[in-house]
């Protein structure tokens, strides 16, 4: 059996890191194998990968909503949508297109993306899996925090550092979580943008 590369991200790192400490903080065992380790590691990353993914709507919410819907939901005002620092700057086009090839009215924003990632899918050599993998591991990685900091305020509530240390804990893996996602949805647009022109250039000539 061999590991993908988002198998190690997101199961074994995370979960050996987490099953390693509650093995030391609340069972005091001193002496654990290695093979212990990454045996128990990777059953509770995997756990942990499979409660992000449970959790992914409230993570969701927390940052806006779905990134893939803010991108192809144009403002008046700038010629941008996304955040400040990941822009996407044709979201009119790619409705256009997505619109016609999925047809869908452009409101459906679900829709919409679902068939551009059917289409990015497809590609060979882009970096459309790299990105999902990232944008994954960064969600299991803020589930783990939001988990671990409700575990360690009802132990050390009446620490107050460790308010201070959550709260940037917090934060941090929130706004990693926030960007991998706009990241993410970005490449998703791009790779179908970019696989859409060349078929029209193919078309023309």
Same mark, same amino acid.
């Given at each position: 059996?061999?590991?993908?590369?988002?198998?190690?991200?997101?199961?074994?790192?995370?979960?050996?890191?987490?099953?390693?400490?509650?093995?030391?903080?609340?069972?005091?065992?001193?002496?654990?194998?290695?093979?212990?380790?990454?045996?128990?590691?990777?059953?509770?990353?995997?756990?942990?990968?499979?409660?992000?993914?449970?959790?992914?709507?409230?993570?969701?919410?927390?940052?806006?909503?779905?990134?893939?819907?803010?991108?192809?939901?144009?403002?008046?005002?700038?010629?941008?949508?996304?955040?400040?620092?990941?822009?996407?700057?044709?979201?009119?086009?790619?409705?256009?297109?997505?619109?016609?090839?999925?047809?869908?009215?452009?409101?459906?924003?679900?829709?919409?993306?679902?068939?551009?990632?059917?289409?990015?899918?497809?590609?060979?050599?882009?970096?459309?899996?790299?990105?999902? *993998?990232?944008?994954?591991?960064?969600?299991?990685?803020?589930?783990?925090?939001?988990?671990?900091?409700?575990?360690?305020?009802?132990?050390?509530?009446?620490?107050?550092?460790?308010?201070?240390?959550?709260?940037?804990?917090?934060?941090?893996?929130?706004?990693?979580?926030?960007?991998?996602?706009?990241?993410?949805?970005?490449?998703?647009?791009?790779?179908?943008?970019?696989?859409?022109?060349?078929?029209?250039?193919?078309?023309? *000539?």
């Amino acid at each position: 059996m061999s590991f993908k590369y988002y198998d190690l991200l997101s199961n074994l790192t995370v979960g050996v890191v987490v099953f390693y400490a509650v093995l030391k903080l609340y069972f005091c065992v001193e002496d654990i194998s290695e093979l212990v380790i990454l045996a128990g590691g990777y059953v509770t990353g995997y756990f942990l990968n499979a409660i992000s993914g449970f959790m992914e709507p409230f993570l969701q919410w927390t940052i806006g909503g779905k990134p893939s819907d803010h991108l192809l939901s144009p403002i008046r005002e700038i010629d941008w949508t996304g955040i400040k620092k990941v822009k996407f700057y044709y979201a009119d086009e790619a409705i256009e297109l997505l619109t016609i090839d999925a047809k869908a009215d452009s409101s459906d924003k679900g829709k919409l993306f679902d068939y551009a990632k059917h289409r990015a899918i497809l590609c060979k050599d882009c970096r459309v899996p790299d990105f999902n *993998n990232h944008y994954s591991l960064s969600r299991v990685i803020f589930a783990t925090v939001i988990l671990g900091v409700v575990v360690a305020e009802i132990e050390y509530y009446d620490v107050w550092y460790s308010w201070l240390i959550s709260a940037v804990a917090l934060f941090l893996a929130w706004n990693r979580f926030r960007e991998r996602g706009y990241y993410y949805a970005r490449e998703v647009l791009n790779e179908y943008l970019k696989s859409k022109r060349i078929a029209i250039s193919h078309d023309k *000539n």
